[in-house]
């Protein structure tokens, strides 16, 4: 199925993509996706934070040519990527198939979720050679879990994202003025919406598990993958996901979705990267929006940064062009912010780059 979609022209900015996939989009769909948890203190500060932060360039440096491209569990890659989200079919009717093919055509990850409108098979199949992840919600049964992992490694994903700050959801109003219910979007790695996943609320209880930092080895032992742990913001927290395995750890409010009145992820990173420091790749999330914060992230520290709202707006508003285009428009930013700060390469970036 294919829907027409606006001039993409319109938009030269990651944030001009919203009000184009609102036209397009229900408005419990949409306030699904742009809502967050409590009052929203934390998903506004999640955009504020990254405009309190300042650049520091230097001048008459060679920055002819840039060299954008980082290290990401060991292989090359740009230095954002695509955030897990749920429910891209709210936004077009390819869902995470057009989201995926979208982020192959820039070279950048893609991370599925578990609650996808498209199954694994579905978004592998689309791009077999796009660098996929999956982000795992660990169910109370287990073996739902593990199947999730057994099919994601058999569907060629590298990575599982481990996510850890959901042990129940947070409370959003937007959803419960909407009375939000995706229908069978919502099981798109499902077979059915039978007596085992029940309906939405009872999907999302399912995440109400007893999962601790003893459980994290049987999960990185379901497959050979590497496993990322996702929604730390305590250095502490960072510190223990190096201790059990990890071999990443994101930096993550769950774009402001869960606990509201957290920091802005940007805000943690630094005492997360004074405590774990090059024992291991950090990532961040949360509020990005442009190119110069990539750079401000790599700078202080992160290797790279994932995008989440705006990629989902880019797919309403022009389905697989549009995800392409905002990640082209985010490497174009990147590069010519790199180049005002004065480096050459990512390698260059560092806390110098950033007055605070």
Known sequence: MTIAHPDLDQAVSLADFEPLARERMTPAGYDYVAGGAFDEVTLADNLAAWRRIRLLPRVLVDTTTIELTTS????????????????????????????????????????????????????????????????????????????????????????????????????????????????????????????????WDSLLDMRHVALTWDDIGEIAAWSTLPVVIKGVLDPADARLAIDHGAAAVWVSNHGGRQLDRVPAPIDALPAIVDEVGPEAELYVDGGVRRGTDVVTALALGARAVFVGRPIFWALGAGGENGVSKALAMLRDETERAMALVGVASVAELGPGSVAR
């Open 72 to 199: 990401v569990l060991g292989r090359p890659a740009p230095p954002y990527g695509v955030a897990p989200m749920a429910l891209h079919r709210l936004a077009d009717p390819d869902g995470e198939v057009a989201t995926v093919r979208g982020a192959a055509a820039e070279g950048a990850i893609f991370v599925l979720s578990t609650v996808s409108s498209r199954s694994i098979e579905d978004v592998a199949a689309a791009a077999p050679d796009a660098r996929r992840w999956f982000q795992l919600y660990v169910h109370r049964d287990r073996s739902i879990a593990r199947g999730l992992v057994d099919r994601a490694a058999a569907g060629g994903f590298e990575t599982i994202v481990l996510t850890v700050d959901f042990p129940v959801a947070g409370a959003r109003d937007r959803d419960r003025r909407h009375a939000f219910d995706p229908g069978l979007d919502a099981y798109g790695n499902f077979p059915s919406r039978d007596e085992l996943l029940g309906d």
